[in-house]
């Protein structure tokens, strides 16, 4: 987990994320909704990152004409900073 993570999952505050030269932020894995989690293991990830992004960054994700490796890639980069990843 970053220092910056593990700062925001201590205070509770949302972090950012890099992907592909974009920056989200992104509540802490452990602040998740429960329905995300959900879509997670249903294999639903487009409908997980609505729900972790909010409609206003997930719409700019979308904008970027993802692919599946996309939205794969995005999950991975947001595990690895808040300490889900591999």
């Excluded at 972790?52 to 960054?57: M, P, S, T, V």
Aim: aromatic share 6%; net charge negative; glycine share 10%.
């Amino acid at each position: 987990m970053s220092k910056t993570a593990q700062k925001a999952e201590a205070d509770g505050r949302p972090f950012p994320v890099e992907h592909n030269g974009v920056t989200y932020t992104v509540p802490t894995p452990m602040d998740w909704d429960a329905d995300a989690l959900d879509l997670l293991e249903a294999g639903r990830v487009t409908a997980a990152l609505r729900l972790i992004l909010g409609d206003d960054q997930y719409e700019q994700f979308r904008a970027t004409k993802p692919k599946l490796r996309d939205a794969a890639g995005l999950m991975d980069a947001i595990g690895a900073a808040g300490g889900t990843g591999n």
